[in-house]
């Protein structure tokens, strides 16, 4: 007659074996689970829905809040009919001003109180002169270009070139300029979900 012991030394192999083959179906299931996530094809690329959610963004990047951060030239823009800079401000070899005018000068981490007083933000600059990231007097397909160009968004992805466009404070500005200011008709949000939606669908440019 089986002892207890025996009986327990008899079923012990049959576990053990139960066990690990549970554990190799899991291994194999996780595996399996990250091949398909690997082969899964990228989401569908779409040149006219791409092409249309970049469109609609471009009037942001168009307004005067943006536009005159983003000139042509050398001289920042000012007000809403986007003016040359009135102290003659330009842009150094940092984006930070030139000789004693620097925009830190005027520019604090907030707007000034009151109607049309110097505006502020964080780390108030224009793009330094070895990639000025020009928006003034660009078409939409011109802009998309140059934002998609690593030789002129200091060799970023698409997507980390739009990071400063989803979570920079300077940008986000631009929907609190302060008073006497106009503001994008395209909210923060629904602006940060187009260039989002321009990535996702391929981020083909208009022509």
């Known amino acids: 007659m089986k002892t207890h012991r025996d009986f327990s030394w008899t079923i012990l192999p049959v576990v053990i074996l139960i066990c690990a083959a549970a554990a ?6 996780a595996r399996s689970a990250a091949q398909r996530k690997a082969a899964a094809p990228p989401a569908a690329r ?38 040359p800079h009135t102290q003659n401000v330009q842009r150094g070899g940092a984006g930070m001003g030139k000789y004693a005018l620097k925009c830190l000068d005027c520019h604090q981490l907030e707007n000034v109180p009151g109607a ?14 070895n990639m000025k990231m020009v928006f003034e007097g660009k078409s939409a397909g011109e802009l998309c270009r140059q934002l998609k160009d690593p ?3 200091g060799g970023r992805s698409v997507e980390r070139a739009i ?6 404070k300077l940008v986000m500005w631009g929907w609190a300029p302060g008073e006497g200011r106009s503001v994008p008709a395209m909210s923060h949000a629904e602006f940060s979900g187009r ?13």
């Open 46 to 83: 779409d040149d006219a829905a791409a092409k249309a959610a970049f469109l609609a963004a471009y009037s942001v990047f168009m307004h005067p809040r943006c536009m005159n951060c983003h000139p042509a030239g050398d001289i920042p823009l000012q007000g809403d009919d986007s003016h």
């Open 24 to 29: 190799l179906a899991g291994g194999l299931g």
């Open 195 to 207: 260039m989002q939606e321009w990535i996702a669908k391929g981020a083909a440019c208009p022509e």
């Open 116 to 129: 049309n007083m110097p505006p502020g933000a964080p780390n108030w600059h224009l793009p330094p002169p």
């Open 151 to 153: 030789k002129q968004n």
């Open 163 to 168: 990071e400063h466009i989803k979570s920079d």
